[in-house]
């Protein structure tokens, strides 16, 4: 989390929380495979197979017409239940169904996706489990049990479902476009590629796909290839909103915050209450001076998502930067509250408390911070200044020396404790931090400056 204080979350945000498209199965497969020759015998008594028997023997017994037509209407009630968000309705729909005969594999794939909505994920893989006990050559149930056991972090299971899809149905892109979201997550990047490769070849149309590829290309640093597949997604499915709100974040990588600021709006265009797009566009807005533009949509953010620490912790960034000291004070506490283990708002608490004044206190922020993240450059910088205003002078040198340790070739850093240093009247000290500065890189005036007035002023001591 340390690495942005601007923080809109991980990447991995814009993919991980895609709902993948439900899968259902028409009334014909309900019907051609719920009495199927290769469907075991699950519902119904079983004909006797002796020498009179009848031809249906071994089979379980089809329910009368009069039940058949029953429970089609409740698979139809239960679609339309699902298509309109009505998920509980869709259970109970669905419910009524497996009653009439519990040997159609497809009524518990979509029993199975309604409980998934609602959030119940152990049901949902109860009923996948028994789809797949029922039809095991269906690649639908391995899928629909791969997306949950994604949602899981089960993501070994979930390759592993995904491949058995794909084993039973090599043409289906939905399994090849899981595979790949999973192998994306374990880092597996050139597999994930090559799954979403195969998945557009199988259907040069599937918007899905090009997003997911997007971004493996953007976390591998390819932000041009992540563009070009962002906009294909966005040119097959103009109401796709995650296209829009991901190539905004490669614009905003790429340092071209108006292209970035655009598709933002897009996106909240189709989907008002995507707090990621309020959330990223409130940084630019904030980087680029737009303060009350960011505040306001930092707050509709919150508004729409009271726990949304990242944007807290962003607002009160802007709120520090106003001068609002106390406003910004109160959206780290909140930050932190929501989510404990939130190093940066910690740093910023620790920054805002400095400059208030409070320096003990920012000091225990400071070395919250660096508990959670041993190597968190800033916080190590922070407490540092705060040691030299408590006259804690070998604390503060330690722990500057420690930022140069984490990352000596920053000269901004050798920069910013020469200037503390010398600031602190530690003149003598401040003078390897600048010669260092200089070092690394000598285009900068401003570290070059500083070198000339320390090394001034210690002539002049002498």
């Known amino acids: 989390m340390k690495n942005s204080t601007t923080n809109e979350g991980p990447l991995a945000a814009v993919t991980r929380g895609l709902r993948t498209p439900i899968i259902l199965l028409t009334v014909l497969a309900l019907a051609s495979t719920a ?100 039809q095991p050559y269906i690649a639908s149930g391995y899928i629909n049990r791969g997306i949950v056991y994604r949602e899981q972090a089960k993501l070994d299971l979930a390759v592993a479902d995904y491949t058995e899809a794909i084993r039973l149905d090599p043409r289906s892109p939905l399994a090849y476009n899981g595979r790949g979201n999973v192998r994306r997550e374990l880092g597996q990047f050139d597999g994930a590629i090559a799954d979403y490769s195969e998945a557009i070849g199988l259907d040069p149309k599937y918007a899905f796909a090009y997003n997911g590829r997007g971004n493996v290309y953007q976390e591998q640093g390819g932000l041009d290839l992540a563009i070009a597949d962002y906009t294909k997604a966005i040119e097959l499915t103009p109401d796709y909103e995650l296209p829009y709100l991901n190539r905004g974040n490669a614009y905003r990588d790429l340092d071209r915050p108006e292209k970035a600021i655009s598709d933002y709006g897009e996106a909240l265009n189709l989907n008002p209450n995507s707090t990621s797009a309020l959330n990223n566009r409130g940084n630019i807005y904030r980087e680029r001076g737009n303060l009350e533009l960011a505040l306001a949509d930092f707050s509709r953010a919150i508004e729409i998502a009271p726990t949304f620490a990242f944007a807290f912790n962003n607002r009160g960034r802007t709120y520090r930067e106003q001068g609002q000291l106390q406003m910004a004070i109160a959206d780290y506490t909140e930050a932190v509250r929501l989510d404990p283990a939130y190093e940066v708002a910690y740093n910023n608490r620790g920054n805002a408390y400095l400059e208030d004044g409070q320096v003990t206190r920012s000091v225990a922020d400071y070395d919250e911070a660096i508990r959670l993240d041993p190597k968190f450059v800033e916080a190590f910088m922070g407490r540092g200044i705060a040691m030299l205003r408590l006259d804690g002078i070998q604390l503060a040198h330690s722990d500057f020396e420690q930022v140069v340790e984490l990352d000596g070739l920053n000269s901004s850093y050798h920069r910013r404790i020469a200037e503390t240093l010398y600031s602190a009247g530690e003149i003598s000290d401040a003078l390897s931090y600048a010669q260092d500065a200089v070092k690394l890189d000598g285009a900068d005036q401003s570290s070059r400056n500083l070198l000339a007035k320390i090394r001034m002023e210690l002539e002049q001591e002498n």
């Open 35 to 134: 009495h199927g020759k290769e469907s075991p015998n699950t519902g119904g008594a079983s004909r006797p197979c002796g020498a009179e028997a009848s031809a249906g023997c071994g089979y379980p017994q089809q329910p009368p017409e009069s039940a058949l037509r029953e429970q089609v209407g409740h698979w139809e009630r239960g679609k339309a239940s699902l298509e309109q968000g009505s998920y509980e309705d869709a259970v109970e729909a669905f419910t009524a169904a497996i009653r009439i005969d519990a040997s159609a594999g497809v009524l518990f794939i979509a029993r199975g996706n309604a409980y998934r909505q609602l959030g119940k994920l152990d049901l949902a893989i109860a009923d996948y489990d028994e789809a797949i006990r029922i």
